[in-house]
């Protein structure tokens, strides 16, 4: 049986933390220089819909890490339900690779991508969520301050993607979440309902970044324009003034808090320079955790899948 992951809650509370256990072993074996190859001779096919820096470059380093090979088909290659529809796409892909990373627009393709496929299919974004990218933030955060269960992480900004990750996490393993973003700029209803209703962390949205930012363990944000948005540029730029992390933000979270950032950022808009490479940013170790933690995703995928492999 083929397993996918498509969403932070595709784990379990023990899964999630096997996943940081695997990638914390793989990052120091790829700093020793030790190579596993559990997917020698493997291929995937990375069907981007958008433009990718991080996901594509950790993916395909990730994958010849393993011993196997990624191929990288961008927006213009396959035009996704345009030239050719999700289910004969997924269908093709799964009788040439042993595996499929996708970043689309609408989450609905990834879920009929997940359907129709016979290998298992990680969600590289689309525009509901971004779990790659919450697991490798929680990581670095396990990392930096030895926990995640109990720390205040405070979302400064629009309650997207990478916010509803945030979010399903949240109904996974306890901790504190709080999003300060404008009026209107909320994150999806129903999972914000579900990651209340799990009862397990304490969430919350507020208006006020100042008030969100106290006592605050990590300090969060994104670009105000996420892909696809960009006819709405100006109006996001009005609406979300005020809601930048600077120096003057930062002052009232702890002392050691951490500052952190998916990227790409947009300086001077929801976060400052001197912010970004400042002391308390770990923005480029979270960069970097992208790849540990996707190939943990992987062997954890793998291992459902009825593969020995001991790490
Ligand atoms: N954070 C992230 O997903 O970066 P890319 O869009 O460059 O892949
Ligand atoms: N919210 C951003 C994340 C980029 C990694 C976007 O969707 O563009």
Redesign the pocket.
């Known amino acids: 049986m083929k397993r996918d992951f498509l969403a932070v809650t595709d784990f379990s509370k023990e899964e999630i933390y096997e996943t940081f256990r695997i990638a914390k072993q793989l990052k120091a074996d790829v700093k020793a220089g030790k190579e596993h190859h559990y997917f020698a001779n493997e291929t995937m096919s990375m069907v981007f819909a ?1 433009p ?1 820096l ?2 594509r470059v950790s993916f395909e380093t990730g994958m010849v890490q393993f011993g196997g090979h990624a191929l990288y088909l961008g927006p213009n290659d396959i035009s996704i339900g345009k030239r050719e529809s999700v289910k004969d796409i997924s269908q093709v892909i799964s009788r040439y690779n042993n595996w499929i990373m996708a970043r689309l627009f609408k989450h609905e393709h990834m879920l009929e991508m997940a359907k129709y496929a016979t290998v298992p299919v990680i969600n590289g ?1 689309t ?1 509901y969520n ?1 779990p790659c ?1 919450i697991m490798a933030d929680m990581l670095t955060i396990y990392e930096h301050h030895g926990k995640v269960e109990g720390q205040k992480v405070v979302f400064i900004g ?1 309650g ?3 916010c509803n990750s945030f979010l399903n996490f949240a109904s996974v393993i306890p901790y504190h979440f709080v999003l300060a973003a404008p009026e209107g700029y909320d994150p999806d209803p129903e999972t914000l309902a579900k990651a209340q209703a799990a009862g397990l962390s304490k969430i919350e949205v507020v208006r006020d970044p100042i008030e969100a930012a106290k006592n605050a363990d990590v300090l969060y944000t ?2 105000w ?5 960009e006819a709405e540029r100006q109006k996001r730029l009005d609406d979300f003034d005020g809601f930048q992390i600077n120096a003057g933000l930062l002052s009232h979270a702890k002392s050691d808090a951490l500052v952190m950032h ?3 950022a947009h300086y001077g808009e929801e976060i400052t320079e001197d912010v970004l490479d400042g002391p308390n940013s770990v923005v480029f170790d979270e960069a970097e955790n992208r790849m540990h933690a996707q190939k943990a995703v992987m062997v954890m995928l793998a291992k459902s899948g009825g593969a020995d492999i001991k790490i």
């Open positions: 958008k990718s991080r996901t974004l525009d971004h990218q629009d997207n993607n990478v994104d670009v324009t996420s892909m696809g948005q998916c990227l790409p």
